[in-house]
């Protein structure tokens, strides 16, 4: 495999398809990206109180991410010092201790060994083996941004803030709609035979994908404006490690404009007090609301208004959702119902009906879009794919330059052009080469659990 070629292509907007299931591709995504980049395992409204936990995976480690008996947040890696045994056998849960369902070395909820069976007859006791300094092996680096649980497998992965840069502009505005944040239920899983970049460059920017593939969701009626609309008079901007789209709203002001969409006026006021001046600039001057988007390299978001009943009513919804790469042609998805925490309880629920119908595991648009994906993966198998470039070059002229200017007077940081292109693809694939290209980060192993 020659991964240059490979990135070269892909830098000219031609991707050379069996990309999209390539074990060796996959091996290099493990080696070089996922062991180094930063990745969402959980939000902490999920482990609001000491000993709540919940199991997350980055490719196969699995991580126990708990809040300990002080508050704070950890992620330890999920092995077994003695025998490699996981530890936490249970997805979520509250619990002061884990015990080992192997031969039972027990753990704290912040990670450190306080139990060992027949410590004296099997050690010597304390002075054979001290299980001061042992501990659960810690996440390499753990940051949160808005209660996002972020954790990096490089120690030396640059701070969680400078990696997000202009994306957290966007970020927040679902991230921190009112002082008291979001608030995640769920996440539904599921797994699909689907390679893992193919949903995170759909959510990052194919809006052209829409009036076609979902054409039954607004055959039916679940939304007030026709779709196609919406998205060739929005907006799609690329900003650090992010990119995604946005919808153009009828004219009017900032509460006019979130009204329209569905919020309660007191849900407006705090998002108001909550947002920058160039964050409700966005809304209210330029009339974008936030669509969907991508944080490289798998964490996605989704914001919508369709109808929730036969009355018209529309209601919005936020939805987290992360593509977890299993292997090179199977993705789990987690799919998160997120909402702002101050919101009143009838918005909530309401809420949370308008994300199921859209995109929870039997939402209208997850199905739409996974039929494509899996077919995509399917044949990207093969010896014909090896010989195929894909097209990704949407909003470029034969000479490679924008067919347009970018937009002029947009709020947002970072890159924005209007209509149909694939700039955001390409700015996702961009840094998918750049992890590529580089060298894997060295890592030292550990030895805890050793006799001292
Ligand atoms: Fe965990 Fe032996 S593997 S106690
Ligand atoms: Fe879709």
């Known amino acids: 495999l020659d991964v240059a070629a490979v990135v070269a292509d892909v830098r000219r907007g031609m991707i050379p398809a069996h990309v999209y299931n390539d074990p060796e591709i996959f091996a290099l995504e493990r080696d070089r990206l996922f062991s180094r980049a930063w990745v969402f395992l959980a939000h902490e409204s999920e482990i609001p109180e000491p000993g709540d936990y919940v199991v997350r995976r980055v490719l196969a480690d699995s991580f126990i991410v708990a809040r300990d008996e002080d508050g704070t947040v950890r992620a330890m890696f999920n092995m077994c010092l003695h025998r490699g045994m996981q530890v936490c056998r249970a997805e979520m849960g509250n619990a002061s201790h884990f015990r080992c369902p192997y031969h039972a070395w027990t753990y704290r909820n912040d990670g450190r060994l306080v139990g060992l069976p027949f410590h004296v007859d099997a050690y010597g006791g304390e002075d054979g083996f001290a299980k001061e300094g042992q501990s659960l092996l810690p996440a390499p680096a753990l940051d949160v941004h808005q209660g996002l649980i972020f954790i990096s497998l490089d120690p030396d992965a640059p701070p969680l803030r400078d990696h997000l840069g202009d994306f957290a502009f966007y970020l927040d505005l679902y991230a921190r709609q009112s002082p008291a944040g979001l608030e995640l239920r769920g996440p539904q899983r599921w797994r699909i035979k689907a390679n893992w970049k193919i949903g995170a460059e759909n959510f990052a920017g194919d809006s052209y994908h829409t009036p076609h593939t979902h054409a039954s969701v607004v055959d039916i009626g679940l939304f007030r404006e026709p779709k196609a609309n919406k998205r ?221």
């Open 232 to 452: 060739k008079e929005g907006a799609l901007y690329t900003a650090g490690p992010g990119a995604g789209t946005t919808y153009k709203l009828p004219p009017g002001d900032l509460t006019t404009r979130l009204r329209h969409v569905g919020y309660p006026d007191e849900m407006i006021t705090r998002m108001r007090g909550a947002w920058t001046r160039a964050q409700r600039g966005l809304v209210e001057n330029d009339g974008f609301m936030i669509s969907a988007a991508t944080l490289f390299p798998n964490l996605s978001l989704v914001h919508n208004w369709p109808k929730i009943d036969d009355s018209g009513t529309v209601v919005p919804f936020i939805s987290l959702r992360q593509w977890q790469p299993v292997s090179a042609n199977e993705t789990e998805v987690l799919s998160w119902f997120a909402v702002d925490a101050a919101a009143p309880e009838p918005f909530k629920r309401d809420s949370y009906k308008a994300y199921v119908m859209c995109f929870g595991s039997s939402g209208m648009f997850e199905q739409d879009d996974v039929e494509n994906w899996v077919s995509i993966t399917d044949v990207a198998a093969g010896t014909m794919a090896r010989r195929l470039n894909l097209n990704s070059r949407m909003g470029l002229t034969s000479a490679g330059k924008p067919l347009k200017p970018p937009l002029a007077g947009f709020s947002g940081p970072g890159t924005a052009y209007q209509g149909f292109g694939e700039f955001n693809q390409r700015h996702w694939l961009s840094m998918w080469g750049d992890h590529l290209l580089r060298p894997p980060p060295v890592h030292t192993s550990a030895d805890m659990g050793a006799a001292r």
